[in-house]
């Protein structure tokens, strides 16, 4: 068994997420996912933000621009 803290912040995303699709996520998804995750860590902002603020506050940051990603 994976430690929660030892697990990627996209794989605990995909387990909030996996429930709403009833855990039928393919290939697809998973590639969907990954480009997300790539541009989340690209986003120059987002690096900001979580240089200057503590966790609690960067979650929220963090919520509203992958947010903006999925839309």
Same mark, same amino acid.
Not at 27 to 33: E, K, M, R, V
Not at 54 to 67: A, C, G, P, R, Y
């Given at each position: 068994?994976?430690?929660?803290?030892?697990?990627?912040?996209?794989?605990?995303?995909?387990?909030?997420?996996?429930?709403?699709?009833?855990?039928?996520?393919?290939?697809?998804?998973?590639?969907?996912?990954?480009?997300?995750?790539?541009?989340? /860590?690209?986003?120059? /902002?987002?690096?900001?933000?979580?240089?200057?603020?503590?966790?609690?506050?960067?979650?929220?940051?963090?919520?509203?621009?992958?947010?903006?990603?999925?839309?």
């Amino acid at each position: 068994m994976v430690r929660e803290e030892e697990r990627s912040p996209l794989s605990r995303l995909i387990d909030i997420i996996k429930p709403a699709f009833r855990g039928e996520l393919n290939d697809a998804d998973q590639l969907f996912f990954d480009q997300i995750a790539e541009a989340a /860590s690209q986003n120059e /902002s987002l690096k900001k933000a979580a240089e200057v603020n503590s966790l609690d506050k960067f979650q929220l940051v963090f919520k509203q621009v992958l947010e903006s990603m999925f839309i």
